[in-house]
């Protein structure tokens, strides 16, 4: 199937500084990807939609400010945690659309990332 | 309002008989459906889909049956094996949307 591959698996950064988690995807171009968070035993909560070329759409509670997200070509999206604080400490997962097939016979498959480990000290 | 709904938060079943998942859908907008599977601290893996176009999809040990009528859709996984112990998430899509919508999970036990 597609891959998506994210980046860093894992980073610990101090409270109050930023960081820059990559989403790639490696073997189809898609112009719609999605990032989501979860938390312990939580099901995946949906932050934004990330669409190449233009501005995020972000889900409601969600600070834009925060979660800078930009998808500046149609293989890769970036999510910034800027200022970080130790309630920003989850487990972020990116995930991007591949549309197959059209008409009554297109789907939208979303592969996912392999998540992304955050934690601010 | 939740869309997407997996009424049963978890399953154990016996190794080699089959495991029933079922999710409930309210859109009936909806049109196409998936089912993923996520281990602790990696992302979702893609599993199987089935368009509202269809009754069933099959691939392999998976198989997704659609009761449009009803609204539901369930995942059968046979024989079951320990390496299917996992959250299995349900989430649909409507025609023309990027969204794609997660019901909360089942944590699925497979017990030797």
């Known amino acids: 199937g597609a891959v998506v591959s994210q980046h860093p698996s894992w980073v610990i950064c101090k409270s109050g500084t930023s960081v820059k988690i990559e989403c790639r995807s490696l073997?189809?171009?898609?112009?719609?990807m999605f990032w989501y968070r979860q938390f312990p035993k939580q099901s995946l909560m949906l932050m934004a939609t990330?669409?190449?070329?233009?501005?995020?759409?972000?889900e409601q509670g969600v600070e834009k400010d925060k979660f800078l997200i930009n998808h500046a070509s149609l293989t890769l999206s970036t999510l910034t945690v800027t200022s970080a604080h130790p309630e920003d400490s989850s487990f972020y997962i990116c995930?991007?659309?591949?549309?197959?097939?059209?008409?009554?016979?297109?789907?939208?498959?979303?592969?996912f990332g392999e998540g992304s480990w955050l934690t601010v000290v | 309002d939740q869309q997407v709904k997996q009424n049963s938060p978890s399953l154990s079943v016996q190794e080699g008989r089959i495991s029933i998942l079922n999710c409930d859908y309210t859109?009936?907008?909806?049109?196409?459906f998936l089912w993923y599977k996520k281990y602790p601290a990696e992302g979702p893996t893609f599993l199987i889909s089935?368009?509202?176009?269809?009754d069933k999809n099959e691939d392999g040990r998976f198989t997704v049956f659609l009761n449009k009528s009803a609204k539901h859709l369930s995942l059968h996984i046979v024989p079951s094996q320990p390496g299917d112990s996992a959250v299995y998430f349900c989430?649909?899509?409507?025609?023309?949307?990027?969204?794609?919508?997660f019901g909360k999970g089942t944590r699925l036990h497979i017990l030797p």
């Open positions: 995930s991007a659309r591949l549309q197959e097939g059209a008409g009554i016979y297109s789907g939208n498959t979303i592969y």
């Open positions: 073997d189809f171009q898609a112009t719609t």
């Open positions: 990330s669409n190449e070329g233009s501005k995020a759409t972000y």
């Open positions: 859109n009936s907008m909806f049109d196409y």
């Open positions: 089935i368009s509202s176009i269809k």
């Open positions: 989430a649909a899509s409507g025609y023309g949307d990027d969204k794609i919508i």
